[in-house]
């Protein structure tokens, strides 16, 4: 069983930065790749970005790519996501996963994701 608590989710103008975090509890979470994904209201759970659980690959969606970096520090089981450039359309729930599917880079669907955190919301003031 995996635990995921995200944090550092707020509200900030457009152009700004966050940055969120994800902390992980449970066995073998270092060998875990972990995803992000949002949620925005009328719209459905959208892939954001994930990491291989050594860290060696990353992938993101075209719409956040160029201004999102995902990163991770396994001695902390913690995984965050730098957001730049912040859009009024980056506003939305984010949420974090953790999938043990092996997908090469990494793994991009939510049903490839069996843990999930209870998210964090995110808004980008216009």
């Known amino acids: 069983q995996v635990q995921l608590v995200e944090s550092g989710g707020g509200l900030v103008q457009a152009g700004g930065s966050l940055r969120l975090s994800c902390a992980a509890s449970?066995?073998?979470?270092?060998?875990?790749?972990m995803g992000w994904f949002r949620q925005a209201p009328g719209k459905e759970r959208e892939f954001v970005g994930a990491?291989?659980?050594?860290?060696?690959?990353?992938d993101y969606s075209d719409s956040v790519k160029g201004r999102f970096t995902i990163s991770r520090d396994n001695a902390m089981n913690t995984v965050y996501l730098q957001m730049n450039t912040l859009k009024p359309e980056d506003t939305a729930v984010y949420y974090c996963?953790?999938?043990?599917?092996?997908?090469?880079?990494?793994?991009?669907?939510?049903?490839?994701?069996?843990?999930w955190g209870q998210g964090t919301q995110v808004t980008v003031s216009s």
């Open positions: 449970g066995q073998f979470v270092a060998s875990y790749a």
């Open positions: 990491i291989s659980w050594n860290g060696v690959n990353t």
């Open positions: 996963a953790a999938s043990r599917i092996s997908s090469v880079p990494v793994p991009l669907h939510s049903y490839e994701y069996m843990y």
